[in-house]
């Protein structure tokens, strides 16, 4: 496993016999053959800012996928998504507008049924108790109007929504106030979730979901995006990248489905905060801010000086040995007045 040096019991058998379910004693089978290249979102791929001033009408489809795929080399698991990749896509709406909604569990991408539960929703289960479907049954379609603005979570909600949230089920969707939001240079949109598996993190093999570890809420990773270091500076895709004297603002979804993350930038502060993806009054110069699970954070940096700026879970042993980090590379000319590596 890539340690983060570079920071100096159900009641029902959701699995119908599918096999996902294993003791954490048992040895670990074989990895299997990923059916896709990657899981992990790209976290610079988002809809831009809403540029329209009067309620629209959305039609957006939603498809489940489950899919094998490495949490780190040699090492596979079966995820469970939306639209395979994790978080699931941010959908983007401004507050008034309407969302006509395709939901769909393609039989030939899933063993399960799914729903979906929008936070952003009044509704029956948000959404969830319209939108349950076994494989091959849908699409189904639902439809509501965006009420209230702020950045909400969405995620699978059936019985055995716990499994499916850990394996990926989780997203998104940011509703802007009439207003709009303050333009910012770049946008970017991290998930956090936690895998809870048969395996220690770093085992070779195929992990598979280990409920007793879920209900201890003793997880073998916490990652960001499917992956373990996905986006650290030598992670599979490396940092994001930034140019100094940019605004940066972050969505930080927490999937949970247990952990409050304690999120930090190290080298720098969340110059503008707004709580639990809420766009009333924002908080100035946080240091680490804690996202619950099942909910949005929107935040905001400047980047005055050139260097990485390491996002990080501040329970730091989730950093440290569990997979949970990403950085953002700043490019630019030293900025001296501010910071000095080397002063005479």
């Given at each position: 496993m890539l340690l983060a040096g570079q920071l100096a019991q159900t009641n029902e058998s959701d699995d119908n016999g599918s096999g996902y379910d294993a003791d954490r004693d048992d040895d670990l089978a074989p990895a299997q053959e990923p059916d896709v290249d990657r899981i992990a979102a790209d976290p610079t791929d988002l809809p831009p800012p809403?540029?329209?001033?009067?309620?629209?009408?959305?039609?957006?489809t939603l498809r489940t996928e489950e899919h094998v795929a490495?949490?780190?080399?040699?090492?596979?698991?079966?995820?469970?998504?939306?639209?395979?990749?994790?978080?699931?896509?941010?959908?983007?709406?401004?507050?008034?507008?309407?969302?006509?909604?395709?939901?769909d569990v393609p039989d030939d991408r899933n063993a399960l049924p799914h729903n979906i539960d929008f936070h952003a929703v009044y509704g029956p289960g948000g959404g969830a108790d319209d939108t349950t479907i076994a494989p091959g049954e849908g699409p189904v379609e639902?439809?509501?109007?965006?009420?209230?603005?702020?950045?909400?979570?969405?995620h699978c909600a059936v019985p055995n929504?716990?499994?499916?949230?850990?394996?990926?089920?989780?997203?998104?969707?940011l509703v802007e106030p009439e207003d709009g939001l303050p333009e910012v240079d770049q946008e970017l949109y991290f998930g956090q979730h936690e895998l809870y598996t048969n395996g220690e993190a770093g085992d070779a093999g195929h992990h598979q979901v280990d409920f007793d570890a879920m209900v201890a809420e003793n997880p073998t990773y916490v990652l960001l995006n499917g992956e373990a270091y996905a986006f650290a500076e030598?992670?599979?895709?490396?940092?994001?990248?930034?140019?100094?004297?940019?605004?940066?603002?972050?969505?930080?979804?927490?999937?949970?489905p247990n952990l409050t993350a304690a999120v930090h930038p190290i080298g720098n502060v969340w110059e503008t905060l707004y709580r639990d993806g809420s766009f009333g009054d924002a908080a100035n110069w946080v240091e680490t801010t804690p996202v619950t699970p099942g909910t949005v954070t929107a935040a905001e940096l400047d980047t005055p000086v050139p260097g990485p700026i390491k996002l990080v879970d501040h329970a730091i042993t989730r950093t440290l040995r569990k997979g949970n980090l990403a950085a953002i590379d700043v490019a630019g000319d030293p900025n001296e007045s501010i910071y000095d590596p080397d002063p005479e």
């Open positions: 809403v540029d329209w001033d009067e309620p629209r009408r959305h039609e957006i490495e949490i780190e080399p040699e090492v596979t698991y079966q995820y469970m998504t939306f639209e395979g990749r994790i978080p699931g896509p941010l959908i983007r709406v401004r507050r008034g507008d309407t969302i006509h909604l395709t939901f639902i439809e509501f109007r965006a009420e209230y603005p702020g950045i909400f979570d969405y929504m716990d499994h499916h949230i850990s394996s990926g089920m989780f997203g998104a969707i030598d992670g599979p895709y490396g940092a994001v990248e930034a140019e100094r004297g940019e605004r940066v603002r972050i969505y930080y979804a927490n999937g949970g």
